[in-house]
């Protein structure tokens, strides 16, 4: 098995505005490598080894939907900032479980809005090798990073995110917001 301890540290304590400039600043830079720096060298590379692209999707149809996702992403980030007293970087991690915000509908807000961006990117550049280099994104997130995180997070967090990974799906989104103090109260009558 993995070893936790070393890659999942809770976040020293911070003032929500440190821990939003930390988020703000980690964003930016992933941002500008995995949706800017990597699909633009994937594109050069491309057009090197002569690899076939496709004719881009409408701009207006790509960019409102990556605003879209960025506004996710960006909400993802805030709350887990504020609500959850840390950073999304695993490093600095929430010192709080977040069910507020976007993850009251889905447990992964930000790896939904960073995918769907990338694709974003790779629909406007008309690039195949963009759009597999995000499904290969998904793959490794969901594979690999995923479960490592939530055996953090049921380490940290016990019975509460187990109750909330029961509740909360992975990728499709609930249609009512997961409400944490319900379940608790739940789980109490039952005893």
């Known amino acids: 098995m993995v070893e936790l ?3 999942f540290r ?26 800017a720096a990597i699909p633009f ?46 950073t999304p970087l695993p490093i600095e991690a929430p010192r709080e479980l977040v069910v507020r915000g976007p993850y009251r509908f889905v447990r992964n807000p930000m790896a939904i809005a960073g995918l769907t961006q990338g694709a974003c990117v790779g629909a406007a550049l008309g690039s195949w090798s963009t759009l597999a280099y995000v499904a290969a994104g998904f793959v490794l997130w ?10 953090d ?16 799906r992975c990728w499709v989104p609930r249609r009512s917001g997961f409400e944490l103090a319900r379940c608790v109260a739940r789980d109490e009558d039952a005893r």
């Open 142 to 151: 969901n594979g690999f990073v995923r479960p490592i995180e939530e055996r």
């Open 10 to 35: 809770p976040a020293r304590p911070a003032s929500g505005a440190v821990n939003l400039a930390k988020t703000l600043a980690q964003t930016a830079v992933f941002w500008f490598v995995f949706l």
């Open 41 to 86: 060298a994937i594109v050069w590379l491309e057009g090197r080894v002569g690899l076939p692209r496709f004719e881009p999707l409408p701009p207006a149809l790509t960019w409102s939907v990556f605003a879209l996702a960025s506004a996710l992403g960006l909400a993802s980030g805030a709350t887990m900032a504020l609500a959850g007293r840390g």
């Open 5 to 7: 301890k070393p890659a």
């Open 153 to 168: 997070l049921e380490r940290r967090f016990g019975p509460v995110f187990v109750a909330y990974r029961d509740a909360v």
